[in-house]
């Protein structure tokens, strides 16, 4: 979840634009399952727009800024074991110390995370999981998979999102209701992060197809540091040159 959704709404918005809709016609090879994943989403997009985002929004009405800052750099404080650990994972030494002398520097001096003195500092944040670990020693994605509730993944950050779970210290506490606790206030601030991007995708013409590319997009140049440039298939299952063949000469 924490992968789905914790990405700030300027880059995301970047990402969106980038990740525009594919020709139609045309079908995307990463997406094989795509009408389970249509369906699939359709379900989360109905349930966002009648429960998320209305309290996402009633939340930003409701609470001062500062008051969702400090939220927001709380969860990313108690999130940062994720980042240290795939850090570690792959061979990133430099910046698993550095996130750890963020988490140190912003627990103690920043009150548990409620503020960022680490920023500050000079300690970049960095933003790492299970499933970046996996396409970073060379696993390949597998196909897009949209799980519901959670969202767009792909059966690598899939099978990583299942690792993060423990690495997560919220996993560890015993006692229910603040284990569901700051579960919600998770989803809440993530959701509440993501309202800058609603109408942009609510105006694409294809929002399956947009968001997916956009997804697709950031893993892709978060693992390699490159663009991604999908090939598309006929939809038609035609796999002759697109190319038209050459004019026949005028007769005289």
Known sequence: MRTILRV???????????????????????????RMNRTTYKFNDKLD????????????????????TGVSNFMD?????????????????????SDTGRLLLNTTVGVGGLLDPATAAGLD???EDFGLTLGHWGMPTGPYLVIPFLGFSDV??????????????????????????????????????LLGTDAIVDQAFDPYTFTRNA???????LVTGEAEQPELEDDTGDDSSSTPPPAPAPTK
């Open 77 to 97: 404080n108690l999130t940062t074991p994720i980042t240290i650990i795939n850090g570690l994972l792959q061979a990133k030494f430099v910046q698993a110390g």
């Open 49 to 68: 727009k009648a429960v998320a985002r209305p309290v996402a929004r009633t939340y930003v009405r409701i609470t001062p800024q500062f008051v969702r």
């Open 8 to 34: 700030s709404a300027p880059v995301l918005l970047c990402l969106l634009l980038i990740g525009c809709a594919a020709a139609p016609g045309k079908r995307d090879p990463r997406d094989p399952w795509e």
């Open 125 to 127: 944040k960095h933003d």
């Open 215 to 221: 997804y697709l997009a950031r893993r892709h140049f």
């Open 156 to 193: 690598r950050d899939g099978v990583g999102k299942v690792a993060d779970i423990y690495t997560t210290p919220t996993h560890y506490i015993q006692d229910p209701a603040t284990s569901w606790s700051l579960w919600f206030v998770e989803v809440l601030d993530a959701r509440t992060r």
